[in-house]
């Protein structure tokens, strides 16, 4: 219990760090989910981060109108609508995972003695195991 608390307030500061300026939480982290191939339709979207349809296709919206992802026809399924990130999404998801990568690196260097950055690599390497699919 504890675990899955300390990693929900590491991952929260982690999008706040990354949203500071102009993007929402959702909208970061909808972008850095089409930058890693995770989804690429609204349906997806709202599975993966665990939202109704309706809250996605207003988030989707939003970043279109902010020119960071654009919608188009599915070449598989013309009834479906797939999306991607524009230049400017692209630039946007770097500078948000620059500043997250900034940010961890910092905080770790400034509060981490030798030993708990070993115990961090080490920790993560279980995480990423316990993550993979069997």
Known sequence: ????VAMKRVIRR?????????????QASVLARIGKGE???AARLAEVE?????????TIASLEDLGLIERMSD???GRRRIVALTDAGRDAEAGNRVARHGWLS????ERCTDD???TLRDAAAL???????P
């Not at 949203?19 to 929402?24: A, D, Q």
């Not at 995480?127 to 699919?133: C, D, V, W």
């Open 1 to 4: 219990m504890e675990l899955r």
């Open 14 to 26: 982690l999008r706040e760090v990354s949203t500071e300026g102009e993007l929402s939480a959702a």
């Open 39 to 41: 989804a690429a339709n």
């Open 50 to 58: 665990g939202v109704r349809p309706q809250s996605m296709a207003t």
């Open 75 to 77: 070449p598989d399924d």
């Open 106 to 109: 910092e905080v770790i260097e």
């Open 116 to 118: 708990e950055c070993r």
């Open 127 to 133: 995480l990423e195991r316990l993550a993979s699919r």
